[in-house]
T-cell receptor
Framework: AQSVTQLGSHVSVSEGALVLLRCNYS??????LFWYVQYPNQGLQLLLK??????LVKGINGFEAEFKKSETSFHLTKPSAHMSDAAEYFC????????????FGQGTTLQVKP | SQTIHQWPATLVQPVGSPLSLECTVE??????LYWYRQAAGRGLQLLFY??????ISSEVPQNLSASRPQDRQFILSSKKLLLSDSGFYLC??????????????FGAGTRLSVL
């Protein structure tokens, strides 16, 4: 069965500092991997996706993630945090292109301090 | 371009009352459709998905049901709400078959409070 684990339900960084949000997955087949961001009381917005092309994936708003098969990880990073990055971030995995079902991690709330 | 609409944005309902949340997609045909629930302090849980009109798959046993009466309309319902039905409900769509991107696009959500 597939699962996603996001280490750290809350992460706090200072403005301008590196952002690192961790995601580990389990999947018996090559997965599709996604990072979504959710601002308060809003839906989810896709940040980036991995679909077996390049292992380093660049997304919107300066975020990127690296797929590491040996570590079953897909950590999200951003070199310099902005106040506007404060939100909840979800990692998700899907292996079925037929149904497209997504399995989400529990989410990580990112706080950015001035 | 494609858009997804959910309504209402917020809803307060008494225990035991019925529920109907609606989701519609514009700008595409035969989308895959999904209902998720996000409970307070928890991640998103897939409730139902549909690959076509009248085709509903339920992921977890619960007090809710879903229907797809039209190609781009997805409805989440309950006959009698429970306190545990409170949460943030999100509808999402995806191109049929996923294509090379296999991306789901989400609506703005409905916050349901059952009192």
């Amino acid at each position: 069965a597939q699962s996603v684990t996001q280490l750290g339900s809350h992460v706090s960084v200072s403005e301008g500092a590196l952002v690192l949000l961790r995601c580990n997955y389990s999947s018996s087949v090559p997965p599709y991997l996604f990072w979504y961001v959710q601002y308060p009381n809003q839906g989810l917005q896709l940040l980036l996706k991995y679909t077996s092309a390049a292992t380093l994936v660049k997304g919107i708003n300066g975020f990127e993630a690296e797929f590491k098969k040996s570590e079953t990880s897909f950590h999200l990073t951003k070199p310099s945090a902005h106040m506007s990055d404060a939100a909840e971030y979800f990692c998700a995995v899907s292996h079925s292109s037929n149904t497209g079902k997504l399995i989400f991690g529990q989410g990580t709330t990112l706080q950015v301090k001035p | 371009s494609q858009t997804i609409h959910q309504w209402p944005a917020t809803l307060v309902q008494p225990v035991g009352s019925p529920l109907s949340l609606e989701c519609t997609v514009e700008g595409t045909s035969n989308p895959n459709l999904y209902w998720y629930r996000q409970a307070a302090g928890r991640g998103l849980q897939l409730l139902f998905y549909s690959v076509g009109i009248g085709q509903i798959s339920s992921e977890v046993p619960q007090n809710l049901s879903a229907s797809r009466p039209q190609d781009r309309q997805f409805i989440l319902s309950s006959k009698k709400l429970l306190l545990s039905d409170s949460g943030f409900y999100l509808c999402a769509w995806r191109l049929a078959g996923g294509g090379t991107k296999n991306i789901q696009y989400f609506g703005a959500g409905t916050r349901l409070s059952v009192l």
